[in-house]
């Protein structure tokens, strides 16, 4: 029994779905874990990239290129169909802010350890969110800046909660990986991300219940919306990347770059720099991300040959 509830306790999809369940009973909580979040966010974002090797950026071509491919994955089909859908469907500025600023962030960190749960190519899903994160310190500025505006948020405040959440984390991950430290995080890496999102999912939910209960049509809105990107965008990918000829590993990888957004690191933005209420697309999707991460599990795991 006990076994059964630990393995339980490090289940990513029960954790983030348990997160949104206990946001709606607990509410309250959230108010004592909202300060928690950024620490919370830093600390996955670090432990999440001690894999990370030089070596695997080289030669720096194919590491360009992969980061290519991830920024057009990202922003310019996953970014642009979000702002798009918001555009025709979110009318409050709250909202769609908080849809800015999930369209200004990376792919999410998940694409690492399904690429390799599911057989993706690996060092593409590995270089590719690499350089993704990278580059959303100059990309995330200037998304936001161009359709919100710099008198919403200054950008140098964006970058500074960007630096601590990305540059920082990627720092204290070289330090790790040279102490001892090291084997004792690989073998609790996964609980410690789970955990940590499943921390910032609960507060943002907490935080919005009642927004959420007194305004159920947004709720609506922003779950279809998280269903385009996810299942109907993936769909289409895989469609076009197949007909393109495109290898299975490397087309699963791109198919999880493409439909998967990191929706902590946009919620601790919002709640950090705007409001709640901003904070509620991220909470949203980060539901459908979970669905459809389920979903992936069965129809690349199922045994289809999917060559």
């Known amino acids: 029994m006990l076994p059964r509830?630990?393995?339980?306790?490090?289940?990513?999809?029960?954790?983030?779905?348990?997160?949104?369940?206990?946001?709606?009973?607990?509410?309250?909580?959230?108010?004592?874990?909202?300060?928690?979040?950024?620490?919370?966010?830093?600390?996955?974002?670090?432990?999440?990239?001690?894999?990370?090797?030089?070596?695997?950026?080289?030669?720096?071509?194919?590491?360009?290129?992969?980061?290519?491919?991830?920024?057009?994955?990202?922003?310019?089909?996953?970014?642009?169909?979000?702002?798009?859908?918001?555009?025709?469907?979110?009318?409050?500025?709250?909202?769609?802010?908080?849809?800015?600023?999930?369209?200004?962030?990376?792919?999410?960190?998940?694409?690492?350890?399904?690429?390799?749960?599911?057989?993706?190519?690996i060092p593409f899903a590995l270089v590719g969110s690499v350089g993704v994160y990278l580059s959303v310190v100059l990309l995330m500025p200037l998304v936001v800046t161009l359709f919100l505006g710099s008198a919403t948020v200054s950008p140098m405040r964006l970058i500074a909660v960007l630096f601590q959440l990305l540059i920082i984390p990627l720092a204290l991950s070289r330090l790790i990986m040279a102490s001892p430290l090291d084997s004792a995080i690989k073998r609790w890496r996964g609980s410690i991300v789970n955990w940590a999102f499943a921390l910032v999912i609960f507060t943002v939910i907490g935080l919005n219940r009642d927004r959420i209960l007194q305004q159920p049509q947004v709720l609506v809105l922003l779950f279809f919306i998280g269903l385009c990107t996810n299942f109907g965008l993936g769909f289409v990918l895989e469609w076009a990347l197949l007909r393109l000829g495109v290898h299975r590993a490397k087309r699963l990888t791109s198919i999880l770059m493409g439909t998967i957004k990191n929706t902590s690191l946009t919620a601790a933005t919002a709640l950090a720099l705007f409001s709640e209420r901003a904070s509620l697309p991220a909470a949203v999707v980060s539901v459908t991300n979970v669905l459809y991460l389920v979903w992936l599990g069965v129809w690349w795991g199922g045994g289809k040959d999917k060559t």
């Open 5 to 121: 509830l630990l393995r339980l306790l490090r289940d990513r999809n029960f954790l983030l779905l348990s997160s949104v369940v206990l946001g709606f009973v607990l509410a309250g909580i959230a108010r004592l874990t909202q300060s928690l979040t950024l620490p919370a966010l830093a600390v996955a974002m670090t432990v999440s990239v001690t894999e990370v090797q030089l070596r695997d950026f080289r030669p720096l071509g194919k590491a360009v290129r992969a980061t290519l491919s991830g920024i057009v994955l990202t922003y310019l089909l996953n970014g642009a169909l979000l702002l798009a859908l918001a555009h025709l469907l979110m009318p409050e500025a709250d909202v769609w802010t908080g849809i800015v600023l999930l369209a200004a962030t990376p792919t999410g960190v998940a694409v690492i350890p399904f690429s390799y749960l599911l057989g993706g190519d």
